[in-house]
């Protein structure tokens, strides 16, 4: 049998100006994600669809959930590998495109990792230990897109 594992948050919209969504402009697109026993995340829309710049939107959480995943997969490959990493920093980026109908995806995602080994020795194989980590990210299993690396190691 497989585990399976179960997830639960709550989204609550905090843009009602006093009209609801009267009109286009009458709310804003602010909410929260609140989970239990974690930090409250203030969340918008990206400014493009007149959201807030200074919080977060869906579209940096996707970007940010895909690295971070990625991230501890390749942790987890590089133990199991002898592989010591001292340091790891990832640079994504994403793609989206939004269709004639106002609806839209993304296209791709391509994770730069820069990751710092103890040794020499172990630059090759950590290079190549980012193809084994995307195989077991789940959240990169989980779209529909590809997920490119860019992979850079150093000592």
């Given at each position: 049998?497989?585990p399976e ?14 009209t ?7 709310y804003?697109?602010?909410h929260v ?10 969340g ?7 959201g807030?710049?200074?919080v977060?939107n869906p ?8 690295s971070a ?12 590998a002898?592989?010591?990493v ?7 980026t994403g ?11 993304f296209t ?6 820069i990751?710092?080994?103890?040794d020499?020795?172990m630059?090759e194989k950590?290079?190549?230990l ?7 990210c ?7 897109f590809?997920v ?8």
């Amino acid at each position: 049998m497989h585990p399976e594992h179960n997830y639960k948050l709550t989204v609550r919209w905090t843009g009602n100006k006093g009209t609801g969504t009267s009109s286009y402009r009458a709310y804003e697109r602010s909410h929260v994600i609140l989970i239990d026993n974690k930090i409250e995340i203030k969340g918008s829309s990206d400014p493009v669809f007149h959201g807030d710049k200074t919080v977060h939107n869906p579209e940096d959480l996707l970007l940010a959930s895909l690295s971070a995943c990625h991230m501890m997969s390749y942790l987890h490959v590089c133990v199991m590998a002898g592989i010591v990493v001292t340091d790891y920093e990832d640079h994504a980026t994403g793609k989206m495109i939004v269709n004639d109908d106002g609806s839209g995806h993304f296209t791709e995602v391509t994770l730069n990792p820069i990751v710092t080994v103890s040794d020499s020795s172990m630059l090759e194989k950590a290079n190549e230990l980012h193809k084994k980590a995307n195989q077991l990210c789940f959240i990169a299993n989980s779209v529909n897109f590809p997920v490119k690396h860019i992979p850079q190691s150093k000592i």
